[in-house]
């Protein structure tokens, strides 16, 4: 056992309770251990090693995580937070903060370097520069990532699974379609768990002037609640055109994914049964679903015959978009981190992903009605109309883009869409009751919302 | 002019008037220079007549030096039957009666030249007047020496790809002339004939008009127009080959003969096409030396209505680097309406929406309003506005009267609404005329908001705090730093999408870096910056010498109150020993 091994997990628990991308806070935690280590600079002032952290949990299955650990005998006195403790005669730390270690990173890739089972490889025809520094840019909750000045940056994976992550499939297959939809991948970092192929990082293009989704749209709602008398198209910050423009972007997406990984259907039944039992896991923890769960079923029920299904990006929101000068990218195709890596690889319908950015629209609004401070129930009764219109024509601006580019509307499939959105929503119910239990009222909204419109439809009386 | 028995034309030359004493050449003047748009007619009246005039002016440029001023364009003085402003030029060579002489003239270039001011005024090249004796000759005489200084036809379906540009008034480029009995082309308003400048005599007799104009020592030229010299069947006749090889034997002609004069495009195009009009980068340009960046302009004022910056990274990620030796000149605001020629239509209709509530306030395809009633009088906006205007790439050309917040007048015709009388004073006139106020050559500002008492130089003179005194410093602070002028530009970016951040940047070693940070939103923001390549060394705020924190490895924090704005120096940290 190497000295690292040895001694690096006795600093893992407050090391890991710390970092924002370690999700199991509060989970029991038995065990942690150094799975696989893989020496890359073995010698001189800084040591590196690509480590993948195994940590096992008394209510689940083990988990790992990935750290990039640099040992130093005196490391500079910025990268105090990062420490981890000391091993041996060193310091280790997490070196994603340590100049040298990221300079390393970008080597070992342009020159495509294998160190045992750890391999860097560059895309084919891309040229890296010679030397870059990374920096940090932020941490997120299932990555990290440096960026080497604007040309290209770098994502290491935290929390890695065996299989080959659908964020490195997908970006591989948009470039060999000249996507111009995503950040274009330059390179990755790929390795072995438990004798299965892992993505443990990825290069691509950096969007250097750019801006999230989700902070152009509260931007724009924002803006709108600050005027007590104009509707959502009148104000300076509509967001409507952006809107239709982010649409256009995920249509083009789609049909690049298509085109380049296939397209095929699969029974409606199957979709159905995935859908129902979501549903019946989350109704049997929260009361409040109860009153609507008959509704719900009634949407899945209309799901019938095969569906045209492809590869998606499986979890898109306005937080998986970034506005850059020239347009809208998509990022991060990992899919929803909690379901496991073989069902995100699955080809699913493209309305799920249409579903996810409305969801968004809806949370973009809604929530900041539960964030503002309101004096009474008029004042907020008047801003829940101004969010109602908002969501209305933005998520329509974006359907209209969608159609526009795809030629399809997705508004023409409603029960799919409908069902997609349901579904969404329900996994949100479970999610909030458990973490922001006053914010549960959002999904539950566009719940009866979502149930009514179903109503309505099926039922032509009630509309007259 | 007179005519002759031959029907020549007879033309003064400048030999006949005194010159400007001259300043020291200084090539790249332009660079750096903060322009200022003054319409004669409507800063000062010398004579009591009711229209300002070329002495008039003279008398204020104390007042202009003191604001700072480096150049000023003066919009047409020529001849003129004043159907389109003066763009209408009946006689190339002379200065309208009520304006003054040419005599005047040389004597305004004199005084501003004393006090380090350079002047350029605009000229037509494209058309004149109908009323130019060249245009009554070449009716009258189809065959004689000006019988094709215009571009006839026998009729109107030739150059049909050219799009009309003053739809409001115009339903057709060619217009029939009975007397000729042809019809004459015309890009602009039917009674401005375009010149035929595939006739070699009409290239040499406007290039004798620059001449005219440089000899008595004018520092350059605001070419109208330009796009549209040539006409050629199967284009849209705008940005011609041709064009640019006329313009590239004007340039020669100010390099061989008046070196460090200048030439400034007004071409209303994409960016991608403007520069074309430096002319060859591999000689550092060999056409204009500047170019109006159009399209800038109503992105600024799309970002702050959407309190997003991406209007303006999107335009200026689109425009093209320029040749060394040439600059984009950059407004807010000028004679003419808020130009919305290089929006989507989608974008146009927003900006109505938002600008131009009343339908009165539109022109042609813009706005016709004055920068402080656009920004609805409010002073964090004009703050902001203008300090882009200050540090965004270009040499920044103010309009007379915005340094106090002037108004507008929307009830007047066409684009008459922004060029009311300058206000001097609370008294008659706005201290603009000693005239009957019913002889003025339009009424004053007189609403509670922006009328004369309210809004005026004397008074915003005596207070520290107001906007006449706060633009002067900006533009005095601005002088201090060679980065604003010559710098590179280089947008930061930043996660806060309502937040524009830019850095300039000039020379190497001993350089000058001037971090902008903007908040385009009317809430207050965070932005944290990545300024790692500045690491060590300290921002110093530019307009009260603040050190802020020091640039560490980390994302650099800053707060931001609504339409706030920052600039500082980056400067290395100086060691105590």
Known sequence: ?464 | MSETSEHIVEEPGAEEFGSARALEVEPDWFKSAVFYEVLVRAFNDSNRDGFGDLRGLTEKLDYIQWLGVDCLWLPPFYDSPLRDGGYDIRDFRAVLPEFGTVDDFVTLLDEAHKRGIRVITDLVMNHCSDQHPWFEESRRNPDGPYGDFFVWSDDDTRYADARIIFVDTETSNWTYDPVRGQFYWHRFFSHQPDLNYDNPAVQEAMIDVLRFWLDLGIDGFRLDAVPYLYEREGTNCENLTETHAFLKRCRKVLDDEYPGRVMLAEANQWPSDVVEYFGDPEVGGDECHMAFHFPLMPRIFMAVRRENRFPISEILAQTPAIPSGAQWGIFLRNHDELTLEMVSDEERDYMYAEYAKDPRMKANIGIRRRLAPLLENDRNQLELFTALLLSLPGSPVLYYGDEIGMGDNIWLGDRDAVRSPMQWTPDRNAGFSQCDPGRLYQPTIMDPVYGYQAVNVEAQSNSSTSLLHWTRHMIEVRKRHTAFGLGDFHELGGSNPSVLAYVRTHGDGENDTVLCVNNMSRFPQPVELDLSEWEGCVPVELTGGVPFPRIGQLPFLLTLPGHGFYWFSIKPVEDPA
């Open chain 1, 1 to 464: 056992m190497t000295v690292l091994a040895e001694e690096l997990p006795a600093h893992l628990p407050e090391y890991l309770a710390r970092q924002r991308w370690f999700p199991a806070k509060g989970r029991p935690v038995s065990e942690i251990a150094v799975a696989t280590e893989q020496s890359l600079i073995d010698d001189g002032a800084l040591l590196l090693d690509l480590c993948l952290l195994r940590v096992g949990f008394a209510d689940g299955p083990a988990e790992f995580f990935q750290v990039l650990v640099g040992r130093r005998h005196e490391p500079a006195s910025e990268l105090e937070h990062a420490t981890i403790g000391a091993v041996g005669d060193r310091i280790a730390f997490d070196a994603m903060w340590d100049h040298e270690a990221t300079a390393f990173l970008l080597t070992a890739l342009r020159e495509g370097r294998t160190y045992g089972d750890v391999r860097f490889v560059p895309e084919p025809g891309v040229e890296l520069p010679a030397k870059g520094v990374g920096r940090l840019l932020g941490v997120e909750q299932s990555n990290t990532s440096v960026a080497y000045g604007e040309k290209s940056i770098f994502k290491l994976f935290r929390k890695v699974s065996p299989g080959l992550n659908p964020d490195l499939e997908l970006h591989r297959a948009l470039r060999s379609v000249g996507s111009n939809e995503v950040a274009s991948l330059q390179g990755a970092v790929e390795g072995l768990l438990e004798g299965e192929p892992a993505t443990l990082g990825m290069l691509q293009d950096f969007a250097s002037n750019s801006a999230e989704g989700w902070a152009m749209a509260l931007t724009s709602v924002r803006d709108l609640f600050a005027e007590a008398d104009l509707y959502a198209d009148e104000v300076g910050g509509d967001f409507a055109a952006e809107s239709r423009r982010l649409g256009e972007t995920v249509a083009v997406a789609h049909r690049e994914l298509a085109q380049a990984l296939g397209t095929g259907v699969r029974p409606a039944d199957e979709l159905r049964a995935q859908l129902e039992t979501r549903l019946d896991a989350v109704v049997s923890q929260v009361p409040e679903l109860a009153p609507h769960e008959k509704g719900i079923r009634a949407v899945y029920a209309r799901l019938t015959g095969d569906i045209a299904v492809q590869r998606v990006h499986g979890d898109l929101h306005l937080g998986q978009t970034l506005r850059t000068p020239k347009g809208w990218l998509l990022i991060d195709f990992e899919g929803e981190p909690a379901t496991p890596l073989p069902e995100r690889r699955r080809m699913d319908s493209p309305l799920r992903d249409v579903a996810g950015m409305l969801r968004s629209f809806d949370y973009a609004v809604y929530h900041q009605v539960i964030l503002d401070e309101h004096t009474d129930e008029n004042e907020e009764q008047q801003l829940l109309r101004r969010a109602d219109e908002w969501a209305i024509r933005n998520r329509s601006a974006f359907c209209d883009g969608y159609a526009f580019a795809s030629g399809s509307d997705p508004r023409a499939q409603a029960a799919v869409l409908r069902a997609y959105e349901l579904d969404k929503a329900v996994y949100e119910v479970i999610y909030e009751t458990r973490s922001r239990p006053t914010w549960a009222v959002i999904p539950l909204s566009s719940i009866t919302r979502l149930v009514a419109e179903e109503e309505r439809e099926s039922d032509p009386q009630i509309s007259l």
